[in-house]
């Protein structure tokens, strides 16, 4: 794309999700072939208000420099720009709804399944935590599926850069209860471990329909999470406990790397070097 984009470059569909501080809908170029995207709309007002300028602006440069790398895992960030209210981020359209959906629809999903939507996870992390990027934020409502059933990690509305980490965003809580890790709770700390420890919560997830640690309340839940008391409800294979449980320790110095997860024998099926298949959906 080149040239500024106005809002009336594209027509705007229906609404894609919210968050906390953006409604995403899906829209179409008007010209170009009337291809899909997502777009991210940030009211400047509110970002203003609830000082969220900053991280808006870490998410554009974040996501600038990740797309460079053209990882199929992350979302793609065509362009941004902005009016008078608003700020515009314009997305890969990323059509096969939420990890988090699936879940919901189809419950405990089956091992292959689980194996191979952690192993894209994980290969995804992996790249970003090389490129110095913590997502601080990951959960099933930010790992999108594509129309494959491939997945495609979005919102780094939360993410910093590892060199920026213990001084700018340690202190504050921006992830959500029940994916944070003991860290930042207990030292206000947060790491590329944090990011593991949310993989663990994801793992655990994707095979027991529900995360490991909910209370009928955030402190409850901070409460479970500290104490590490998570049980497992339904059965599951010894390879998958072993790896939730080496995971969800309080010390992240203890958790294995991003690199040290792909070779855990649960993946000793997968070759990390086949790209194809490892990025083949759940749904080809
Ligand atoms: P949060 O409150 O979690 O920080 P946010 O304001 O940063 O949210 P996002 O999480 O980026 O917003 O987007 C909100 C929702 O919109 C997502 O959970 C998802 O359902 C949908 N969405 C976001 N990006 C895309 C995309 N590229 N393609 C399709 N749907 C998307």
Redesign the pocket.
């Known amino acids: 794309m080149s040239g500024k984009r106005t809002p009336g470059d594209y027509v705007f569909l229906e609404q ?7 409604t ?1 809908f899906r829209a179409v170029e008007r010209t170009n072939g009337g291809r899909n995207y ?1 777009i ?1 709309v940030c009211g400047k007002k509110h970002i203003i208000r609830e000082k969220k300028v900053k991280y808006v602006t870490i998410e554009k440069d974040l996501l600038n420099n990740l797309a460079r790398g053209g990882h199929p895992g992350i ?1 793609r960030l065509f362009c941004t720009f902005h009016d008078a209210e608003n700020l515009y981020f314009v ?5 096969g ?2 990890l988090l959906s699936l879940l919901r629809r189809n419950g405990p999903l089956p091992e292959s399944w689980s194996k191979h939507l952690f192993a894209q996870l994980v290969d995804t992390v992996d790249y970003m935590h090389a490129q110095g990027v913590i997502h601080r ?1 990951l959960k099933p ?2 790992v ?1 599926l594509s129309q494959e059933g491939r997945i ?1 990690i ?2 780094f ?2 993410a910093c850069a590892l060199s920026n980490s213990a001084q700018d965003r340690a202190a504050s809580f921006v992830g959500t209860a029940e994916y944070v890790a003991p860290e930042l709770l207990l030292y206000s700390q947060c790491g590329l471990g944090s990011d593991v420890w949310a993989l663990g919560c994801i793992l655990y997830q994707l095979t027991q329909g529900a995360p490991p640690f909910r209370g009928e309340n955030e402190l409850k839940t901070f409460e479970q999470i500290v104490a590490l008391d998570y049980k497992w409800k339904i059965p599951t294979t010894p390879q998958i406990t072993a790896l939730v449980r080496n995971i969800l320790v309080l010390d992240p110095m203890q958790r294995p790397s991003s690199k040290q997860l792909k070779q855990n024998s649960w993946f000793s099926s997968i070759d990390w070097n086949d790209r194809a298949t490892l990025w083949k959906g759940i749904w080809e």
Do not use: H
Not at 16 to 22: A, I, P, R, T
């Open positions: 894609l999700g919210q968050g906390s501080y953006s995403v997502a991210k979302v997305l890969e359209y990323v059509s709804g939420e934020d409502e930010n999108l495609v979005t919102d509305g939360a």
